[in-house]
T-cell receptor, first 112, second 114 residues
Framework: GEDVEQSLFLSVREGDSSVINCTYTDSSSTYLYWYKQEPGAGLQLLTYIFSNMDMKQDQRLTVLLNKKDKHLSLRIADTQTGDSAIYFCAERGMDSSYKLIFGSGTRLLVRP | NAGVTQTPKFRVLKTGQSMTLLCAQD?????MYWYRQDPGMGLRLIHYSVGEGTTAKGEVPDGYNVSRLKKQNFLLGLESAAPSQTSVYFCASSTRGQPSYEQYFGPGTRLTVT
């Protein structure tokens, strides 16, 4: 079945890099996503990666995809206090609903 | 362009009461989804719709009904609310016009059932 797993919590110092990890089970997933949720708000799409890519970079964000191990990571360079939020990894289902399967989220705390 | 909006933002219900949550999108998206978010459990899909007049069950559909009479609106109904339905509800939409089918989320409705 489909399942997405993430660690629950990460704490980093401001200016350091953050790496948030995710594992998924559906090897047929075509797209994988990273969403950010700030307190009291909805989910905001940060970036996504297509399954035929190994890496995608977008300003401070780097996504790495290891298809063999079904492992996805999000690296945030020069982490700022404004990056404190919950980060969700999601994979897209392969049926016609295009539904997303979400991990339970990683809470990132950036210490000044 | 407001994106995805949800009404209401907050609601408190007594057990057994009914209510309808409204989701509206102005992006002409074909697909719409209702999720619930509970602490430590991520988002779980309740129901979804792939087009006007069609709906389907998601992962946790029991106790909820939906309707999509107009393309821009997706309604989630609770016929007889239970404390287990205390949660934050998110609506999302997506389009086949974007290969990534990324979903755009509303701000959420916080529902408490006492």
């Amino acid at each position: 079945g489909e399942d997405v797993e993430q660690s629950l919590f990460l704490s980093v110092r401001e200016g350091d890099s953050s790496v948030i990890n995710c594992t998924y089970t559906d090897s047929s997933s075509t797209y994988l996503y990273w969403y950010k949720q700030e307190p009291g708000a909805g989910l905001q799409l940060l970036t996504y990666i297509f399954s035929n890519m190994d890496m995608k970079q977008d300003q401070r964000l780097t996504v790495l995809l290891n298809k063999k191990d079904k492992h996805l990571s999000l690296r945030i360079a020069d982490t700022q206090t404004g990056d404190s939020a919950i980060y969700f990894c999601a994979e897209r289902g392969m049926d016609s609903s295009y539904k997303l399967i979400f991990g339970s989220g990683t809470r990132l705390l950036v210490r000044p | 362009n407001a994106g995805v909006t949800q009404t209401p933002k907050f609601r408190v219900l007594k057990t057994g009461q009914s209510m309808t949550l409204l989701c509206a999108q102005d992006m002409n998206h074909e697909y719409m989804y209702w999720y619930r978010q509970d602490p430590g459990m991520g988002l779980r899909l309740i129901h979804y719709s792939v087009g006007e007049g069609t709906t389907a069950k998601g992962e946790v559909p029991d106790g909820y009904n939906v309707s999509r009479l107009k393309k821009q609106n997706f309604l989630l109904g609770l016929e007889s609310a239970a404390p287990s339905q205390t949660s934050v509800y998110f609506c999302a939409s997506s389009t086949r016009g974007q290969p990534s089918y990324e979903q755009y989320f509303g701000p959420g409705t916080r529902l408490t059932v006492t």
